[in-house]
Structures are given as structure tokens and as C-alpha cells.
T-cell receptor, first 119, second 110 residues
Framework: GAVVSQHPSRVICKSGTSVKIECRSL??????MFWYRQFPKKSLMLMAT?????????EQGVEKDKFLINHASLTLSTLTVTSAHPEDSSFYIC???????????????FGPGTRLTVT | DAKTTQPNSMESNEEEPVHLPCNHS???????IHWYRQLPSQGPEYVIH???SNVNNRMASLAIAEDRKSSTLILHRATLRDAAVYYC???????????FGAGTILRVKS
């Protein structure tokens, strides 16, 4: 069964509005979650690392005021795209790391992704 | 940055084995070699990982060169459901992060 869920799976919003995407870890407590974005026919680009109870760490070039990340519990992280514009249209994917296995040899579990379209 | 090099695309016939190569000549001693795959319109899926020895699981086998500068993901009998983008990733240098390259598009013909 699914280890990670994302909601919604697909969302269309108007330019200037904000959209919240949820990522839930279903099977275990996730101290760390990651957020990626993926443009059509491109690879995944890491946006930020979300740590439970602390501020997210953003990758270079990612606007933290535009992509708000909240990791309020060990099973939920949210990504809010604020004042969305058409260029924010993308496939957003989260992944989780089990609290018990944080060594380099662990596997990461990915959510099914959220397709955001900004009109 | 430790990087990987993979062919852009490969093609296989159904029911035949597939060998997906990955070069990582700048791998460090603590880097694990991870493979993930991504089916169309889905999030990536873990396939296998290893450090020095060859590894087998229910999905695939991972053959690691003795000098660790290259590895090969082996799908023993390709099915149409194996058509995906396969990513070879070195993990360890960036802590918890996974840094995805372009990957290899695997096409499976019936």
C-alpha cells in the first residue's frame, strides 16, 4: 500500500491565488520530508528540506517567501505556493525519510505527486 | 559534486533482460549507489541500492564494478510495466538529499 500520500492530486487555480499541497507519511514518523518540482520531460529538482519542528531549508534559487513549507507534525508537511503564476505550473512531489533510518543507506519514499496548473 | 552519467534512452523487448548502465567515476568511499524509477505521471519509486557488493531484491539486481566507478541495474525479465525513467543516484555526499540527474528512459516493446 501507499506509504506517502499527497493531496490534492491535481489542482487548477487562478493567477494570484495561493494553493496548499499536503504530504502525509502514512506508515511511519517522518522527521524529514523533501519537496521537489518537476517540469514536463525534465528531471526532479529539489526545492527544500522540511524538518519537523523547525524551519525548512531551501535550495539555492528557490524563493522561501513564495513556497511556504510547514512541517508541524511527524506525519504532515505542507507546501503553499503563494500568489501563484503560470510559471509555477508544475508537478510537485514530496518524499519522506523514516525517523528510524537516517543513514545514507536508507530508501526514500515518494508521494504520487500533485499537478498544479495556474491559469 | 559526485555525478552520474547514464544513457538518455534504451529499448528492450518484453520478457528479455535489461542492463541499465551508470558511470560514476568521481564516487567517494562513503557514497551509496541508489536506483529509483519513475513511471509516467507518478512519483519516483525506490528500486535498489548498494555500496560495494552486488545486491539482489525482488525488483532487480545491482552489479557494482570492483572500482565502484560504474554500476549496472539489471531487470531480469522486462515487462511493459517496467517502462519508466530510471535514475542512478549517489547518496551520502549530500546527507539526506537525493539529487536527480536526467536518468535513462527505458522503452519496452511487446
Amino acid at each position: 500500500g501507499a506509504v506517502v500520500s499527497q493531496h490534492p492530486s491535481r489542482v487548477i487555480c487562478k493567477s494570484g491565488t495561493s494553493v496548499k499541497i499536503e504530504c502525509r507519511s502514512l506508515d511511519f514518523q517522518a522527521t524529514t520530508m523533501f519537496w521537489y518540482r518537476q517540469f514536463p520531460k525534465k528531471s526532479l529538482m529539489l526545492m527544500a528540506t522540511s524538518n519537523e519542528g523547525s524551519k525548512a531549508t531551501y535550495e539555492q534559487g528557490v524563493e522561501k517567501d513564495k513556497f511556504l513549507i510547514n512541517h508541524a507534525s511527524l506525519t504532515l508537511s505542507t507546501l503553499t505556493v503563494t500568489s501563484a503564476h503560470p510559471e509555477d505550473s508544475s508537478f510537485y512531489i514530496c518524499s519522506v525519510v523514516s525517523r528510524a533510518t537516517r543513514l545514507p543507506s536508507y530508501e526514500q519514499y515518494f508521494g504520487p505527486g500533485t499537478r498544479l496548473t495556474v491559469t | 559534486d559526485a555525478k552520474t552519467t547514464q544513457p538518455n534512452s534504451m529499448e528492450s523487448n518484453e520478457e528479455e533482460p535489461v542492463h541499465l548502465p551508470c558511470n560514476h567515476s568521481t564516487i567517494s568511499g562513503t557514497d551509496y549507489i541508489h536506483w529509483y524509477r519513475q513511471l509516467p505521471s507518478q512519483g519516483p519509486e525506490y528500486v535498489i541500492h548498494g555500496l560495494t557488493s552486488n545486491v539482489n531484491n525482488r525488483m532487480a539486481s545491482l552489479a557494482i564494478a570492483e572500482d565502484r566507478k560504474s554500476s549496472t541495474l539489471i531487470l531480469h525479465r522486462a515487462t511493459l510495466r517496467d517502462a519508466a525513467v530510471y535514475y542512478c543516484i549517489l547518496h551520502g555526499e549530500y546527507g539526506n538529499k537525493l539529487v536527480f540527474g536526467a536518468g535513462t528512459i527505458l522503452r519496452v516493446k511487446s
